[in-house]
Nanobody, 125 residues
């Protein structure tokens, strides 16, 4: 049974930092491109960042470029999202996603194989 479990969410003041983790089990982690998505209240789910299976290629939404960094540790079956200079508009539930890809990165919700249940990030002004 495949599980993606997010952690690290919480309440932080604007300008602060958080690091999210996504622990994967039940799949061969190194065969999957991974991504972080988020959904704010009343809005559609959107891509935040994606990373290739080996970590050599990444994708970022324009809204987070220069502030967020996605990376992974295949030995630990874990993906991370380092979020710096957080803004109130970053408030959302953040989801981890996996897609089996030999090449490329996750850049949209198309063809996602597995989703986590999400972790809430709240940024206060």
């Amino acid at each position: 049974q495949v599980q993606l479990v997010e952690s690290g969410g919480g309440l932080v003041q604007a300008g602060g930092s958080l690091r999210l983790s996504c622990a994967a089990s039940g799949l061969t982690f190194s065969r999957y491109a991974m991504g972080w998505f988020r959904q704010a209240p009343g809005k559609e789910r959107e891509i935040v960042a994606g990373i290739s299976w080996g970590g050599g290629a990444t994708y970022y939404a324009d809204s987070v470029k220069g502030r967020f960094t996605i990376f992974r540790d295949n030995a630990k079956n874990t993906m991370y999202l380092q979020m710096n200079t957080l803004k109130p508009e970053d408030t959302a539930v953040y989801y981890c996603a996996a897609r089996q890809l030999q090449r490329g990165v996750v850049a949209s919700s198309d063809d996602i194989d597995y989703w986590g249940k999400g972790t809430l990030v709240t940024v206060s002004s």
